[in-house]
């Protein structure tokens, strides 16, 4: 029922760089909406990561970055850390008026090797 | 600090309903929207709707309309995501959230610590 898909896994070893896409479509993402990303360790409620596309709110470490392109975006984890092992889930807006309002991604599980 | 507490653990018979509730606390309650997102187990997140504390306007997601209804009661801060005519596969989390910036395709945050709801025979 996601209608942003995402890889299901990324893994990397500490200090190295993992990407995670998020691909959409004409009436979310390529309509010129905004994409979030949250972060949800195990057992605890998702945590705003990335906010309009590229901002990283207060506390949240610089190793974490968001763009956006076309009908897609992308997070990009630099440095990984074991602490970054999570899901992450990207969240947008959609204007078909088909289903729901608000999208988000199908989640990503990150590990750390 | 700004905090979305919700209530406690339910479990529910099929056919039943359940009231969830979401207290926010460190900010002005009618200045926010609150969305209300679910997970069910090993599963991804699903958007509900939203509700506007100030007016008490709503706006459901097509797959919950009819059997969800959100309200709240402002002299409490306090929002309510009650969901009809539960089934199995409604078992999952529920979390509010509060939104930031009352604008379409605005973001999340905070989100309450989440309520387990398990819908068995």
């Known amino acids: 029922q996601s209608v942003l898909t995402q890889p299901p896994s990324v893994s990397g070893a500490p200090g190295q760089r993992v990407t995670i896409s998020c691909t959409g479509s004409?009436?979310?993402?390529?309509?010129?909406?905004?994409v979030h990303w949250y972060q949800q360790l195990p057992g605890t409620a998702p945590k705003l990561l990335i906010y309009g596309n590229s901002n990283r709110p207060s506390g949240v470490p610089d190793r974490f970055s968001g763009s956006k392109s076309g009908t897609s975006a992308s997070l990009a984890i630099t440095g990984l850390q074991a602490e970054d092992e999570a899901d992450y889930y990207c969240?947008?807006?959609?204007?078909?008026?088909?289903?729901?309002?608000?999208?988000f991604g199908t989640g990503t599980k990150v590990t750390v090797l | 600090q700004v905090q979305l507490v919700q209530s406690g653990a339910e479990v529910k018979k099929p056919g039943a309903s359940v009231k969830v509730s979401c207290k926010a606390s460190g900010y002005t309650f009618t200045g926010y929207y609150m969305h209300w997102v679910r997970q069910a187990p090993g599963q991804g997140l699903e958007w509900m709707g939203w509700i506007n504390p100030n007016s008490g306007g709503t706006n459901y997601a097509q797959k919950f309309q009819g059997r969800v209804t959100m309200t709240r009661d402002t002299s409490i801060s306090t929002a309510y995501m009650e969901l009809s005519r539960l089934r199995s596969d409604d078992t999952a989390v529920y979390y509010c959230a509060r939104d930031v910036g009352a604008v379409a395709g605005s973001w999340f945050d905070p989100w309450g610590q989440g309520t387990l709801v398990t819908v068995s025979s």
């Open positions: 969240q947008s807006y959609d204007s078909s008026l088909s289903g729901s309002l608000y999208v």
């Open positions: 004409s009436s979310n993402i390529g309509a010129g909406y905004d």
